[in-house]
């Protein structure tokens, strides 16, 4: 059976496994995680959502992050639990939503394994990694878009001076009105 080794670091709040057999690494990964006073293990690292692993329990649970949608938090956490179900170490049955508002989740499946937490927290790892392209995809853009705004290139700004004075801008006809009753008037007058 492998070994695993796990070293918190406080600094960068990140959990580090290393699956070991036979003296060789089989697997290693690192999560940004912390572990809480009730033994639950909190992992930080998706851009969407929170996932608590209850090892006691034998729970998984999402909570949306404060600045997400709640749609956005609902699709990641159904490709995480649709992920977990289809490695088999979830039952799909149990997936519902949490006690708190836009929160999901799902009971881990009874197994013969020492310490299935790890496999769970190597699942959890290697979803994260494969939908990390994807949020910094969208990091990148909102970068790109306020890039564009702060600092424009030549061809999207003008100088001051550089586009003409109209005489009249905008729909709104200046001027005072009470009512949509005094419209046929300023139309009139504006035709002639």
Request: net charge negative.
């Amino acid at each position: 059976m492998p070994k695993v080794r796990v070293s918190y670091t406080d600094s960068e709040k990140s959990l580090k496994l290393k699956v070991v057999d036979n003296n060789e690494v089989v697997s290693s990964f690192t999560l940004k995680a912390k572990k809480s006073f009730d033994g639950n293990i909190i992992i930080y690292d998706h851009a969407d959502v929170d996932i608590v692993l209850m090892p006691e329990q034998k729970k998984i649970v999402t909570f949306k992050k404060d600045d997400v949608n709640g749609d956005i938090a609902y699709g990641a956490a159904t490709r995480l639990f649709s992920e977990l179900s289809r490695l088999g170490i979830i039952d799909r049955n149990t997936i519902q939503g949490g006690s708190t508002l836009d929160s999901y989740e799902s009971t881990i499946l009874d197994n013969e394994l020492k310490s299935p937490i790890k496999l769970v927290l190597l699942a959890i790892s290697k979803w994260v990694e494969s939908e990390r392209p994807y949020f910094e995809y969208g990091q990148d853009y909102e970068d790109l878009v306020a890039d564009r705004m702060t600092d424009p290139s030549d061809e999207e700004s003008t100088e001051l001076g550089e586009v003409p004075q109209d005489k009249q801008k905008g729909s709104i006809v200046p001027g005072y009105y009470r009512s949509p009753y005094w419209m046929s008037y300023i139309l009139e007058n504006k035709e002639e």
